[in-house]
């Protein structure tokens, strides 16, 4: 049979943040319920204490005894997951955001002002990028950039005293 698992001695720092994020209201609910793990340990109950106390399975226990004592605190936030590789590099999103964020004339084009169809394709030919339309929109956006609203001629005016203003409409 194992010898069972013991917690090692907590320094000052790890007892201060463990006790904040138990009692923590906004931090995630994962990283909470794993701070109380190690905060029931620490206290000196067993496996089956804490899995009675939280309701959660003898090899979850395990799991966050074993991350927290081989990384500390670290050790409780989540691990980074597989899953498929970025796309575009950090240097090709500065060059879109560069692209957006300069005149069209001081690149050389005919045009004053970029249109979302001119940026794409600009990107396109002239970076050599071959990114999609909504991709490009996901990188402004995430930079707090955006298009500006179309203005028209109807709907409501500005001067309330403009039909006065404009005088009669017919001949």
């Not at 997951?81 to 955001?97: E, F």
Request: hydrophobic share 40%; net charge positive; proline share 5%.
């Amino acid at each position: 049979m194992c010898a069972p698992l013991r917690l090692r001695p907590l320094t000052e720092e790890e007892v201060r943040v463990i006790g904040k994020l138990v009692r923590s209201q906004t931090a995630s609910v994962r990283l909470v319920h794993r701070a109380k793990i190690v905060h029931l340990a620490s206290q000196g109950q067993t496996i089956p204490q804490i899995t009675a106390a939280l309701g959660c399975a003898p090899n979850v226990v395990r799991k966050w005894f074993k991350r927290f004592a081989a990384q500390g605190l670290a050790g409780l936030d989540d691990a980074p997951r597989s899953g498929a590789p970025a796309r575009y590099t950090a240097d090709q999103k500065a060059q879109v955001l560069a692209a957006a964020l300069t005149c069209p004339q001081d690149l050389g084009l005919s045009y004053s002002s970029w249109t979302f169809e001119r940026l794409a394709a600009y990107v396109r030919e002239h970076l050599g990028l071959p990114m999609k339309k909504t991709r490009i929109f996901e990188i402004l956006r995430d930079e707090g950039l955006r298009w500006r609203k179309h203005e028209t001629w109807f709907g409501e005016r500005l001067d309330p005293e403009f039909a006065q203003k404009r005088g009669s409409s017919k001949a």
